[in-house]
């Protein structure tokens, strides 16, 4: 073939080399050049068609590197053999809009994972940011750290001594995308041979990730202290994770008595281990912050993960965890390879916000912000006192109300519904053979304002019927 | 018990109720209160101390939440027994250096890894992170949608379609904090029971990472279009991991007959998929992208992943991911519940910076200064082509240098280094049974002006010796 008829429209504004690129590769794609065919030289082509040499030249490169052609040496262009051609076929582009869940709307929602926004330091945040992102530009944008950046662990094994009684190095520290991707990450340091025992009720977050890795996963129950230490034995269990500074959902402060027990279970055999997850520790509204698990453990058995989700915003997505110094070795060797999860701004910002003093201030806002919730939310419940006893009051962001008789966890919570306000059962976090419990309902208060709070408070009321 | 003498310091700063706390709990763990022991009534201690009641009180409460005293009903307070006290003994806060590695110095360093930051539009990603800031506030910090904003997923999908050929909607989209993690979410996804083939040499860190998870992991030879098909049939493989558009470290781009019997292969059984990371795909210096495999997957068989860490930079760590629908189906089902990585402020940053055109221009801007220093690099080399072969020179971002004859790798890099460049062996990314090669050395130029190309290619040829 030494002449290839094709209408170039010199003002269509694509250049010619494309124009020409498209026209052959049509041809082929839909057979009228045959595979094999001997497509013209470039230098007869560019003569018929009138346009450079290079131009051909250009169209036939793109043709080549994408495979249409092939270059014999010597011998010049051949229109390539394409298996399955008929796989080009490209649908028509279709836009669909979200598919969003229609949403229940509900005047108020006492959700107990909720975190007051208003109190976000947005100024600060932002003026953080800028700053960051003006000095020392091109390091900030470079690969980091895996482990996260130095400055940040240095700040947070800070904040872990002074705050939580925990000892621990920056080395120790790993900073990750959220507490989910923390446990994805440990699961590839500690192996997948692991029998791991939680809470029951508990976290289901966590059991759903422990499940979906094919751990053997079970649950432990718990009486008035926590998790009962010899089921946890019984159990087989050589990981247990625990919530000692306020078990989410049951709000239970674990004694000190308990605590050493667990470190004894984790003693008892090598490779045992405690994963201690401190996510609301922040918030305790009697006395001083109980030191973590963590910070009694001489022996390096515990793992202890902390999160900013909790006490900043949901949205920053930094969480960390503390690695006793076996696992640190497993972690070096085995997953550090894995690229950090949290851009290098981010964590500066963070950085700086701590060693500023602006996270103290923002703890201490929140805490006593949430602390007048907590205790306007108490007050306004006390006619509830003939009717159900009221837990896990001393700390975290939600309290739990008992109703040991009279109407089940679902008709209060259908009651509470068709009046506009979403509270919440304890019965979705027990995770397996449901323990018989009395109707129990979460009520969290973070993200309710007092007058918010006493309006609501009303309306179950009524809807329960309390007088 | 009905005294304790506390040296009490009202002028010290430390509030009388944490010096009672304090004096108290120290009693108990080192012994001199007898577990068991009963403790003096609030009434008489605050009366014996003179404060108030509720100073003593609140000691006490401080006390039994930390387990230190139990209360018995009509009975008083009790020191707890406490198991193995010891353990309370805390080190002294030990702080220590960051551990870092000495540096090795050079002059010049052709990473292939490289990236252009100063290129980077810090102005405008400041403006749009300040801007993103101020609007719709608390909206921003709620947590997010765990796949992704809505808004990034669509701008994701118009630039997939405009710029690789991809039909996908936003609902087939995962954002992830970089492709390391994106593959670890995969592996929730697909689950453990696979067989994975990666082209040799490959990205090492996929590598790593499908081993770490115990897949069962197999390299497959590649010729000069890329993974052999026929090898990658008798490998067993059921998953195999390629890069089409731009192989790494090869710089092969897979023509479109082995793309389509790459199709056909994953397409003869049921299970089968191919992983097409796009890690560099941005960057083509002769013609008109070309489009991605996933592009021609019309049976939904291609999990594409791309990344903006190449094309914006390595800090930012967002990631995505296109599904097939089938794989969709069991995201949702099993992995959705995994909170997204990204951060929603860093997610909308992105979003506006795709859709106000700048993402555009920011490609266009480094697209250029990357060809102009890969044409000098090539033209600097000019000489070498006595002595070696030169390849992967129309994409990307590094060239290959193949020795046939004369000195090894190890010798090539040995005499680079001592002149204080820095250049790469391909050996190291071979990761098994290794294939007899030509010495090949790798030359990235992409974090590497014009004038440093130009003088480290004249002291590689010194080096060298190439005349």
Redesign the interface.
Known sequence: MNELTINLQPKSGVPL??QI?CHIKKEIQEGRIASGEKLPSTRSLCRYLEVSRSTVE??Y??LL????VEAKPCRGYFA??????Y?????E??E?G??KKPKEVYSYDFTPNG?D??S?P?NT??KL??ES??DD??E?????DSQGE?GLRRAISHYL?QAR?V?C???QIIV??????LL??LT?IIG?EHKVALENPTYK?AY??FK???YEVYTVDMDEKGMEVTKLEESGADIAFVMPSHQYPLGI?????????L??WADREAGRYIIEDDYDSEFRY???P??SLK?????EKVIYMGTF?KSI?????ISYMVLPRPLLKQYWE??S??????????QLVLQRFMEEGYYERHLNKTRALYKSRHDTLLACLKSFQSKCRISGE?AGVHLLLHFPKGMTEEELIQKAKTRGVKVYGLSEYYVEPEEEHAATILLGYANMSEEKIEEAVEILKQAWEIS
């Open positions: 080399y494309e690129y250009l169209a490169e793109q590197s994408e495979g249409y390539a053999e394409i298996e399955g051609m796989r080009l076929g490209q649908e582009k279709t669909t979200e598919l975190v926004l208003k976000f947005y945040w932002r940011s800028k992102l003006v530009r091109a900030l944008f470079r690969m980091g130095y001594y009684g000892n190095t920056p080395e990750g995308a959220g507490n989910d991707y994805l990450l590839t997948q977050q759903r990730l979906s890795f094919s402060v674990m004694p000190i008595k308990r605590r050493m027990e470190l004894k009697k006395g001083k109980i030191p910070g009694y453990d001489s022996h989700s915003a949901p949205a920053i997505r085995k997953s390879f894995l690229n950090s999860t949290v851009s290098k701004v981010d001393n």
